[in-house]
Structure formats: structure tokens, C-alpha cells
């Protein structure tokens, strides 16, 4: 039978696993109501804005950290071997006569063994725990971990080619000498990254930068926990907190308070920051739904801090910093290994599309010279990722004296402001092909939002204050066409239902977003251009 514990939001006894589905359910549905509020923009304090200048690089994330080193592993131990055998080996069976067709065979058999060997050694060094942080930073923890690993995977060549009776097939020398030639640039490497990690660390480039959200006696519980860690993941950067400073002190345990909720939101679009972690008691459910509908539209992971909860959950119910417990309430789009992912495709199909797209890029310009006199080039300021102004190329569509960079005026049918060729390079959509070099240069991606004008409006009111949550679509690029795009929703919008539809299935993509959805949009866009019912 299952457990029973006291819900928090009802006060009654309930399974374990209701009551929590309970309360994510209510978060869940702040998150995704309809009163969602977007905060403008404030003035930071002093301490703030000091601490946001000292957080606008890059973070790495350990994961990546910890694949790139596999395939630096992986690359060495396979090279190695090959090298090896090309330099030893293969001179020694042309010199006693090998024929040619027998010398292939021997190449491939030996490339097997190579790749083998690198695949072999990238499992036994993970298995023996030498690619986590902690073991990459410690020279002294992975190193005999890591010889260890790399001496089973000759172990394992070894009984396998006793087994099976090849151990007159391959030369025993070729195995010592890539043995301890691998173990001697193994062990080089260690040194040097293990150097570089703990530069990273120094730096606090390998640690998640954290802002708790709410002060007093809870945080100050939290902080202790965390800095009790043996490893310190999370880099505290400061405090945000509504109440005074008699509930909420404005230095707690070295960690200074650096304004208010509605700081916060501006804080997080003018920093890089990771995560956000609300220390309000499980018990305060509809103050944490509140606080949601603000900050979900900045692109971080948004944690509840369950440490010293009474919600006694299973393991699986919590993700861990260490041994501390948090429930997962939004998670970052596209972190990790997807953000590289996604650039990397943006950058292979953006370069292809430029190179076959270049000839008729070059007759549009020429026809935008040809028709009327300016710039070939519009830019316009639009909104980027998490709300950075971006500049977005255009090939003009518009009369130069005429043109609207601050998209005060929404473009409609017969529009008198549109040139001849422009009413054509609208409907087509080939006046938004000089964005490809805004993709190549990370401003854009080829799917995502479309980018928006600054003051871009519908009915007088600017499209922020049309849609509640309006800004929750910058968590991610922007992009050349979208999921709303191929859903019919381009081209002039001339009510305020068009752009909450709008705003809606973006929304959609960021939550659902996949390197196979990309695809599928991606190829379904050429279609659906021909689609130009509202394109003028």
C-alpha cells in the first residue's frame, strides 16, 4: 500500500505520489494560464548591476565537458593504433612480400582493432567514473582509474583473440607498443585538462550559476546544505526577495539580496545565469504559482528547493544538486549537447541554402536596385534571444523615404509604401533571405519564433501587452520560419487572436522542440510559401 503523507495544499493524508502530482499540476497550470504577466523593464541597483557584470560569459556545461573529452579519448586511442600499424607493421609485411589484395585485408582488420580499442577505452575510463568533473579536475582521482580502464581494454584483446585462436594474427609488438604509447598520451592529456578544469573552476565556468528566489531562514538551510557539498555545482550569486528586510535580511551567510522579484526578471536578460531556485516551502503553493507567472519567460531552469520538506517522495520524484533535493518546475530550452545540436544545424543547412540560393539572391538584389532607389539591404531591430535587440536583414521591399524601421505601421494589402518588386518578394518570402546570414553569424536559427520588431503592434497595443507571456517565446533564437509558419499563421496579422495564435504555437515548439521537428519544418516551409493568402 502506498504511503501516506500530509498534502500541502489540502492539509489531508494522501499518497505520496498524488500529492506531489497535485502540486506540480498547480504549477504546471500557473505556468500555462492565461493571467501570465510580463515585467518591464526596472532599474537594477547598484550591488545588482555589479553582480551582472561579472556573470556575461559562457558558462560550460559539464556534460559537454565530459563528451568532448571522450572524443578526445576516442580520437587519440584509435589514431594511435593505425598510426602505429602503418609506421610498423605494414612496412614489415610489405618487406616479406604481402601481396596487394592480402595488405588491404590486413588494413581493414587492423582499423577494426583501432576503432575497437578507442571504443573499448571510452567505456572502461566511463565506467571506472575518470569523465566526471570532479575526476577530470583531480589528476590524482582519475589517473589510476584511467590506466586501469586502458589496461583491461588489452585485457580484453587479449582473451579475445585467445578464445578464438588469432593470436598469431596480429604482431605482439604492434599491441606493446600502442599499450604504452597510449597509456603515455593518456596520461599527457590528463595533466593538461586537468589543468584547464581547474582553470574553469577558478573561474567558475563549470559551476551553475543560481539565484534564490526568497531569503531568510529557508535560504540560509539551503545554503548551508549546499555548501556542505564535497563537490560545489552551484555557484550562489545572490538573493531576490519582495519582503523587508527584517524577513528578509540584505546579506544572508555572505550572499547579498539584490532587489526584488520583478528585479529579477530584468537581472536575468542582462546576465547569464542558470538557474533559479525558489526556497519557498512546498506549503506556499499559491505565492510559488505567483512568482512563476513572472519568471518563466527567462530562459533558465526554474527548481523548488524540497530540502527539509515533508514530503517524504521517492528518489525518482527529485533531481539532486549533490545530495540535495529540488522538484524540476521549467527546464532550459535546448541545454547541453541540444544547443550544439541545433547549431550545428543551423550552420550546415544555412551554408548549403546560401550556396544554391546565391544566384537568385543576386537577381533579387538586382531587381530591388533596378525597381526603386536606396539600399538594396533593410535593417530592422527586432527582438532576439531572451530579449536582446537584434539588427535583422531584409532585402528592401519597401520605398526608401517610406520604409518603417521601428514597424510602427503594419504592412496591408495595397499597400502604397511596398515597391513593385517588393510586393513580390513579400508574398514569396525571398525578401527574408539575407537572414541566412544572420543565422551564420548565431543571431538567428533557420527554425525557431519569427523575430519580431521592437514596437511591432496590433489595434494600438504593442504585442506584449496583447499577450500575456508574450516574452516566454525569447527563451529561445528566433528563427527564418517556424512551427506557426507552417501552420498558416504568416503574413499580415490584423487582429489580436492572430498574434495569440501565434504566440501559441511557438510556445509549442520551444516545449516540444526536436532535431526531427526542425527537419520536418525545414521541409515543409518551401510548400507552404506558396501559401500568400495574408503575404503583401
Known amino acids: 500500500m502506498s504511503e501516506q503523507v500530509v498534502d500541502p495544499l489540502k492539509g489531508t493524508s494522501v499518497p505520496r505520489e498524488q500529492a506531489v502530482s497535485r502540486l506540480m499540476k498547480r504549477l504546471s497550470e500557473a505556468v500555462a494560464s492565461d493571467d501570465l504577466k510580463d515585467i518591464e523593464a526596472g532599474e537594477l541597483g547598484d550591488e545588482a ?27 587519440a586511442v584509435t589514431a594511435l593504433g593505425f598510426l602505429i600499424y602503418l609506421f610498423y607493421v605494414r612496412p614489415l609485411e610489405e618487406f616479406t612480400g604481402v601481396s596487394a589484395g592480402d595488405l588491404r ?9 583501432a576503432i575497437a580499442g578507442g571504443v573499448l577505452a571510452v567505456v572502461f575510463i566511463q ?94 538551510e539551503l545554503i548551508r546544505s549546499l555548501e556542505s557539498q564535497a563537490e560545489q555545482e552551484l555557484q ?36 547569464k545565469i542558470d538557474m533559479l531556485v525558489v526556497t519557498f516551502p512546498l506549503t506556499a503553493e499559491g505565492r510559488v504559482a505567483e512568482m512563476l507567472k ?31 533535493p529540488f522538484l524540476d518546475i521549467i527546464d532550459k530550452p535546448l541545454a547541453d549537447w541540444d544547443y550544439f545540436k541545433k547549431r550545428a544545424f543551423d550552420l550546415v543547412f544555412a551554408s548549403l541554402a546560401l550556396i ?26 527586432r527582438y532576439g534571444f531572451n530579449n536582446e535587440k537584434i539588427s535583422v536583414l531584409k532585402f528592401r521591399s519597401m520605398y526608401h523615404h517610406l520604409a518603417d524601421p521601428g514597424a510602427k505601421q503594419v504592412v496591408a494589402r495595397h499597400d502604397p509604401r511596398v515597391t513593385r518588386v517588393g ?12 537572414q541566412l546570414i544572420n543565422v551564420l553569424r548565431g543571431e538567428l536559427s533557420l527554425i525557431g519564433p519569427r523575430p519580431h520588431a521592437v514596437h511591432a503592434h496590433t489595434e494600438n497595443r504593442p504585442w506584449e501587452a496583447v499577450v500575456d507571456g508574450y516574452f516566454a517565446r525569447h527563451r529561445v533564437k528566433p528563427g527564418i520560419s517556424g512551427w506557426a509558419q507552417i ?46 493568402r495574408d503575404s503583401y
Not at 51 to 75: E, M
Not at 105 to 113: A, E, K, Q, S, Y
Not at 295 to 322: E, F, M, Q, T
Request: aromatic share 12%; net charge positive.
Open 49 to 75: 548591476r555589479r553582480v551582472a557584470s561579472q556573470l556575461t560569459d559562457d558558462n560550460i556545461s559539464p556534460r559537454v565537458l565530459a563528451g568532448v573529452v571522450r572524443l578526445i579519448d576516442f580520437c
Open 105 to 113: 585485408v590486413l588494413d581493414i582488420r587492423h582499423g577494426v582493432i
Open 127 to 220: 565506467a571506472a567514473d575518470a569523465y566526471s568533473v570532479s575526476s577530470l579536475r583531480l589528476i590524482s582521482r582519475q589517473l589510476g582509474r584511467m590506466l586501469a580502464a586502458w589496461t583491461f581494454v588489452f585485457l580484453v584483446f587479449a582473451i579475445t583473440a585467445f578464445f578464438f585462436k588469432q593470436s598469431e594474427s596480429f604482431s605482439r609488438v604492434w599491441f606493446g607498443v600502442w599499450f604504452l604509447a597510449g597509456a603515455i598520451i593518456l596520461t599527457l592529456s590528463r595533466f593538461a585538462i586537468s589543468h584547464y578544469v581547474r582553470g574553469l573552476f577558478r573561474d567558475g565556468r563549470l559551476q551553475r550559476r543560481a539565484i534564490l528566489v526568497g531569503g531568510g531562514e529557508r535560504a540560509a
Open 236 to 271: 550562489i550569486c545572490g538573493i531576490f526577495d519582495d519582503r523587508d528586510d527584517t524577513r528578509s535580511p540584505p546579506m544572508l551567510l555572505g550572499y547579498p539580496k539584490l532587489g526584488t522579484f520583478a528585479d529579477l526578471v530584468v537581472f536575468g536578460r542582462i546576465c
Open 294 to 324: 513572472d519568471l518563466w519567460v527567462l530562459p533558465v531552469d526554474i527548481r523548488l528547493s524540497a530540502h527539509g520538506n515533508k514530503l517524504n517522495l521517492r528518489p525518482r520524484s527529485y533531481s539532486y544538486v549533490g545530495a540535495v
Open 356 to 381: 544554391v540560393l546565391s544566384p537568385v539572391m543576386l537577381l533579387v538584389a538586382l531587381a530591388v536596385r533596378l525597381d526603386s532607389a536606396g539600399p538594396v539591404f533593410f535593417r530592422q531591430t
Open 423 to 434: 510586393r513580390f518578394i513579400r508574398k514569396t518570402t525571398l525578401d527574408e533571405l539575407p
Open 487 to 532: 501552420n498558416g499563421l504568416r503574413g499580415e496579422i490584423r487582429n489580436n487572436e492572430m498574434i495569440r495564435k501565434r504566440v501559441e504555437h511557438d510556445l509549442y515548439y520551444i516545449e516540444n522542440w526536436s532535431l526531427k521537428l526542425d527537419l520536418y519544418i525545414l521541409l515543409m516551409t518551401p510548400f507552404k510559401i506558396l501559401d500568400t
